[in-house]
């Protein structure tokens, strides 16, 4: 298919795309803040931190990050070339980014833009906020003791002088 705008359009219209502040990451750090979790946005990459979990998250564009498999994803056919370069690139950023992350202990979810879409949106989110509270409670596991809690015997109840 023959592109329909002149250089000139295509580059303004390029332009305007925004790196930050999507609205698939909107969507993921509004459902976060509204159940509760405390993170931090930002500036470049990773895209939302949760320190607390030691969890970071990346919402990633289908087609920016080259997404296999996704209806979202198709190289354009003008200047070929230079998008798969461009798409091979951001794909080994981000596998080097997510490899240093989990080197240095942090916890790594990734998001695709197609997962927010209506049909999956509500089960991906449930999914993100399922996965941050199995990482919190596995990061925080208090180990079982043989230690007695309560303020009582040690003997057993069967036993005791009163069921006598």
Not at 33 to 54: A, E, H, M, Q, W
Not at 129 to 147: H, K
Request: proline share 4%; charged share 30%.
């Amino acid at each position: 298919m023959v592109d329909t705008m002149t250089a000139e359009q295509r580059h303004r219209c390029m332009s305007h795309i925004r790196s930050r502040d999507t609205r698939p990451e909107t969507m993921v750090r509004h459902y976060l803040f509204s159940r509760g979790f405390c993170y931090r946005k930002n500036v470049r990459t990773p895209d939302i931190v949760l320190g607390r979990y030691r969890t970071v998250i990346f919402v990633n564009g289908c087609f920016w990050h080259g997404h296999e498999g996704c209806r979202y994803f198709r190289l354009p056919k003008t200047n070929a070339g230079f998008w798969q370069q461009k798409i091979e690139r951001n794909q080994a950023r981000d596998a080097r980014d997510r490899m240093e992350l989990r080197r240095m202990g942090w916890h790594v979810i990734q998001v695709w833009e197609c997962q927010l879409k209506p049909r999956e949106r509500a089960a991906t989110l449930r999914s993100i906020e399922q996965t941050l509270c199995g990482i919190y409670l596995d990061d925080n596991a208090v180990e079982r003791t043989d230690i007695s809690l309560a303020a009582e015997d040690e003997t057993p109840y069967n036993n005791s002088p009163h069921n006598k």
